[in-house]
């Protein structure tokens, strides 16, 4: 009787860590990314981070926190695939306006990262993220990057 008993329990322990490890709790991406982003040497503390994968598929993004930290998820899930990356960051100063008058929401504040940051082709930003955990800093400057003319506002 005590042998039933526990072979019983020896197979609900194998049958629960099967269930354990099949669920998992990494997610299905084999990198994470995270770091802190600066402009001219000050933290950010507000915007949006986006990987775009150069091999193609869908763009990781993540927000900027108000220590200037920011987390990589893909969708839901946290993390991304490893592989090359362009980046781009975008980070506006906090709205000052109510909702307008047509009901709508109210319109973003100032721009505070530079345009060319806001898009991947343009950034300068560009990465390889390997498989497991990578601390990637965005150091942002005032300054385009080479070769790059801005158009004058």
């Not at 998820?73 to 695939?81: D, F």
């Amino acid at each position: 009787m005590i042998s039933k008993r526990i072979f019983t329990i020896v197979n609900l322990c194998i049958v629960t860590s099967g269930a354990v490890l099949a669920v998992g709790c990494g997610g299905t991406h084999d990198a994470s990314v995270h770091g802190t982003v600066t402009l001219d040497g000050t933290n950010l503390t507000s915007g949006i981070v986006a990987f775009y994968p150069a091999a193609g598929g869908p763009a990781a993004y993540a927000y900027i926190d108000e220590d200037g930290e920011y987390v990589v998820r893909t969708g839901r899930e946290a993390g991304l695939p490893s592989g090359d990356y362009g980046i781009s960051v975008t980070a506006n100063e906090p709205t000052t306006s109510a909702a307008r008058a047509d009901g709508g929401p109210p319109p973003p504040g100032k721009m505070i990262t530079p345009a060319w940051y806001r898009s991947k082709d343009t950034s300068g930003l560009s990465r390889t993220v390997e498989p497991g955990n990578n601390e990637i800093n965005l150091e942002l400057t005032s300054q385009p990057p080479a070769g790059l003319n801005p158009r004058r506002g």
